[in-house]
């Protein structure tokens, strides 16, 4: 069983930045894959960027690629989602989520085994 709870969401303007955490409880968090998700009102949960178990591979989608990095430290049992230059469109609930190994990029988040509560992010014009 792995608890994942999120944090650093809020209220910034367009062209800010915030950084997204998520702590795991599991010992076995290193062997997890992990992404984020964001779901804004009306749309499909959509796979934003993820790291591999290794931290070795990253995805992101093309929307927030060299915007956002994503990143984490297994050491911690935590997974970042830095971003910068935000834009209006950013604005939904972000969910971190994790997966077992192997490394894949999977968007479906039915494929996911965990996820943690969500947190806001809203990005004012």
């Known amino acids: 069983q792995v608890q994942l709870v999120e944090s650093g969401g809020g209220l910034v303007q367009a062209g800010g930045s915030l950084r997204l955490s998520c702590a795991a409880s599991?010992?076995?968090?290193?062997?997890?894959?992990m992404g984020w998700f964001r779901q804004a009102p009306g749309k499909e949960r959509e796979l934003v960027a993820a790291?591999?178990?290794?931290?070795?591979?990253?995805y992101y989608v093309d929307s927030v690629k060299g915007r956002f990095t994503i990143s984490r430290d297994n050491a911690k049992s935590t997974v970042y989602l830095q971003m910068n230059s935000l834009k209006p469109e950013d604005t939904g609930v972000y969910y971190c989520?994790?997966?077992?190994?192997?490394?894949?990029?999977?968007?479906?988040?039915?494929?996911?085994?965990?996820w943690g509560q969500g947190t806001q992010v809203t990005v004012s014009s």
């Open positions: 790291v591999s178990w290794r931290g070795t591979s990253t």
């Open positions: 599991a010992r076995t968090f290193s062997t997890y894959n």
């Open positions: 989520a994790a997966r077992p190994r192997p490394w894949a990029v999977v968007a479906d988040p039915s494929a996911y085994n965990y």
